[in-house]
T-cell receptor, first 110, second 113 residues
C-alpha cells in the first residue's frame, strides 16, 4: 500500500529558528495536506496543496508540492513556543483516502 | 462555525467489554470519516461515509468494529468486544464533499485494560 516517509521524526529548535520538514512517497499524489496536532486534540489543517510545484504560505508557514508529485515540504519561519506539536503530512490520489505520515515532533529548547 | 464534535473524550474499559463513540460533523459536510490513531503514528482510516452510505470500510476490523450514520448527519462507532490493541485515539473528521480538506474533531482516547 501507499506509505509516506516523514522526516525528521523529531527535532529540537531554538525560539526564532527556521524549521524544515519533509514528506516523501514512492507513489504519486495529486493533493498534499499538512496538519498540526497538539496534545489531546485532533489534527488541525495548516496548508492544502493541489498542484505540482505549488508553493503556498499561511502566515509563517510555507509548504511546497514537489514537482515529481512524490514529495512535499513544510517550512516554519521564526519559530515561537506555540509551534510545538506534531506535524503530519497527508497525501491523496484523486478520490482515494488520505494517507498520513507518522509525524514530525517539534520541541523547543528551553 | 462549530467544529466536529466527539464524545466521550476519554474512555477506560476492560478487554472484552463494549464501547461506543459518537461524532457530529460540521454542518453541511456530506462526508464523514472515522480514524484510529495509535500512539506515535498518524491517523489510519477505518471507515468513510458519504451521506449515510459507506464509501470505504476496507480497513475496518468488521469482526469487532461497526459504524453507522443512519440519517446522514451524526455517526457512531462501536467496538464489541474490545481487545488490548484497540487502545488508541479515535478521531472523527468531516469534509464538504470527498477526501481532501478534512476537519478533525478532538478525538476519544480509549484505554483497554
Amino acid at each position: 500500500g501507499q506509505q509516506l516517509n516523514q522526516s525528521p521524526q523529531s527535532m529540537f529548535i531554538q525560539e526564532g529558528e527556521d524549521v524544515s520538514m519533509n514528506c516523501t512517497s514512492s507513489s504519486i499524489f495529486n493533493t498534499w495536506l499538512w496538519y498540526k496536532q497538539d496534545p489531546g486534540e485532533g489534527p488541525v489543517l495548516l496548508i492544502a496543496l493541489y498542484k505540482a510545484g505549488e508553493l503556498t504560505s499561511n502566515g509563517r508557514l510555507t509548504a511546497q508540492f514537489g514537482i515529481t508529485r512524490k514529495d512535499s515540504f513544510l517550512n516554519i519561519s521564526a519559530s515561537i513556543p506555540s509551534d510545538v506539536g506534531i506535524y503530519f503530512c497527508a497525501g491523496q490520489l484523486y478520490g482515494n483516502k488520505l494517507v498520513f505520515g507518522a509525524g514530525t515532533i517539534l520541541r523547543v529548547k528551553s | 462555525e462549530a467544529g466536529v464534535a466527539q464524545s466521550p473524550r476519554y474512555k477506560i474499559i476492560e478487554k472484552r467489554q463494549s464501547v461506543a463513540f459518537w461524532c457530529n460533523p460540521i454542518s453541511g459536510h456530506a462526508t464523514l470519516y472515522w480514524y484510529q490513531q495509535i500512539l506515535g503514528q498518524g491517523p489510519k482510516l477505518l471507515i468513510q461515509f458519504q451521506n449515510n452510505g459507506v464509501v470505504d470500510d476496507s480497513q475496518l476490523p468488521k469482526d469487532r468494529f461497526s459504524a453507522e450514520r443512519l440519517k446522514g448527519v451524526d455517526s457512531t462507532l462501536k467496538i464489541q468486544p474490545a481487545k488490548l490493541e484497540d487502545s488508541a485515539v479515535y478521531l472523527c473528521a468531516s469534509s464538504f464533499r470527498g477526501p481532501g480538506e478534512q476537519f478533525f474533531g478532538p478525538g476519544t482516547r480509549l484505554t483497554v485494560l
